[in-house]
């Protein structure tokens, strides 16, 4: 028998976000969309077969927890959160760059990601199930230089253990998946503007090339699956080798 989840998707209207709402989509799940770009939002959910779409600021806890409750209210129980809103950066220094701008990726990738977990994990539990899947990076296993970015991934793998550690005892699962170089409209935009250079980008992976976000959305829809049954707390890299091949690529002799 195949059932019908209920997946709530952060960053939905875009990048990742997206291509992970139309796979669960095409899973026969019940998709719903929420960010803060409203008419991207809307285009995109009128484009996935069942979606919807919510308006949400992840970095609003209020709202966060009135738009959780009207949802199951509505809908029914959230059987998968999927965390997705988030913001890139570019190439700073640590002195230099704007203590602001940190403070706002912060509220986003970190403290939204967290906020959204708060919310749904406990009424996970109270059904003995569900799962969550977090957008962590390669930023997770080794530091590039954006730093308010790159800690908030350090962040997000290690609150992705702490809460597979806290919720497995009753039955929600949580993981994580770790994109290298992702082709988003987030990236995309960064390459016109010259502050990314997709040569080097491709030249570091060892597969020569940029990741799809349909390739992300593929590793995260099996984690959420009942195929990964048995898997909670891994944080599964989608990076075309990039971790793989970074200290072979740079070593000095
Ligand atoms: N693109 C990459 O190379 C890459 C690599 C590793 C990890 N990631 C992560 O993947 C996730 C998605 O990034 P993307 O590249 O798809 O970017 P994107 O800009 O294409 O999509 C992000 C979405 O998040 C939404 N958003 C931003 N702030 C929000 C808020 N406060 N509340 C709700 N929604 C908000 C945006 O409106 C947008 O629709 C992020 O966590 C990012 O860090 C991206």
Same mark, same amino acid.
């Given at each position: 028998?195949?059932?019908?989840?209920?997946?709530?998707?952060?960053?939905?209207?875009?990048?990742?976000?997206?291509?992970?709402?139309?796979?669960?989509?095409?899973?026969?799940?019940?998709?719903?969309?929420?960010?803060?770009?409203? !008419? +991207?939002?809307?285009?995109? &959910?009128?484009?996935?077969?069942? %979606?919807?779409?919510?308006?949400?600021?992840? @970095?609003? *806890?209020?709202?966060?927890?009135?738009?959780?409750?009207?949802?199951?209210?509505?809908?029914?129980?959230?059987?998968?959160?999927?965390?997705?809103?988030?913001?890139?950066?570019?190439?700073?220094?640590?002195?230099?760059?704007?203590?602001?701008?940190?403070?706002?990726?912060?509220?986003?990738?970190?403290?939204?990601?967290?906020?959204?977990?708060?919310?749904?994990?406990?009424?996970?539990?109270?059904?003995?199930?569900?799962?969550?899947?977090?957008?962590?990076?390669?930023?997770?296993?080794?530091?590039?230089?954006?730093?308010?970015?790159?800690?908030?991934?350090?962040?997000?793998?290690?609150?992705?253990?702490?809460? !597979? +550690?806290?919720?497995?005892? &009753?039955?929600?699962?949580?993981? %994580?998946?770790?994109?290298?170089?992702?082709? @988003?409209? *987030?990236?995309?935009?960064?390459?016109?503007?010259?502050?990314?250079?997709?040569?080097?980008?491709?030249?570091?992976?060892?597969?020569?090339?940029?990741?799809?976000?349909?390739?992300?959305?593929?590793?995260?829809?099996?984690?959420?699956?009942?195929?990964?049954?048995?898997?909670?707390?891994?944080?599964?890299?989608?990076?075309?080798?990039?971790?793989?091949?970074?200290?072979?690529?740079?070593?000095?002799?």
């Amino acid at each position: 028998m195949t059932m019908t989840r209920i997946v709530f998707v952060t960053g939905g209207a875009s990048g990742i976000g997206l291509a992970l709402a139309r796979r669960f989509a095409e899973g026969g799940d019940q998709v719903v969309l929420g960010d803060i770009s409203d !008419a +991207a939002g809307r285009a995109a &959910a009128a484009t996935i077969a069942g %979606a919807s779409y919510r308006h949400l600021d992840v @970095t609003d *806890a209020a709202q966060i927890e009135r738009t959780v409750a009207a949802l199951e209210q509505d809908l029914g129980a959230i059987d998968v959160l999927v965390n997705s809103a988030g913001l890139l950066q570019n190439r700073a220094e640590t002195a230099t760059f704007p203590l602001d701008e940190h403070d706002r990726i912060w509220a986003v990738n970190y403290r939204g990601s967290y906020l959204m977990c708060r919310a749904c994990a406990p009424r996970m539990a109270a059904r003995q199930d569900g799962a969550i899947l977090n957008i962590a990076s390669v930023n997770s296993f080794t530091p590039l230089p954006l730093p308010a970015y790159t800690p908030t991934k350090a962040a997000i793998d290690s609150l992705t253990k702490l809460l !597979a +550690a806290e919720f497995g005892p &009753a039955g929600v699962r949580v993981n %994580a998946v770790a994109p290298g170089f992702t082709l @988003t409209p *987030a990236l995309q935009s960064r390459i016109d503007s010259g502050d990314r250079d997709p040569a080097g980008m491709k030249r570091l992976s060892t597969l020569g090339r940029l990741v799809k976000p349909e390739e992300v959305a593929e590793a995260g829809y099996f984690l959420c699956s009942p195929a990964a049954s048995a898997i909670t707390g891994v944080n599964l890299l989608v990076d075309c080798g990039f971790m793989a091949a970074i200290s072979y690529n740079t070593y000095p002799s």
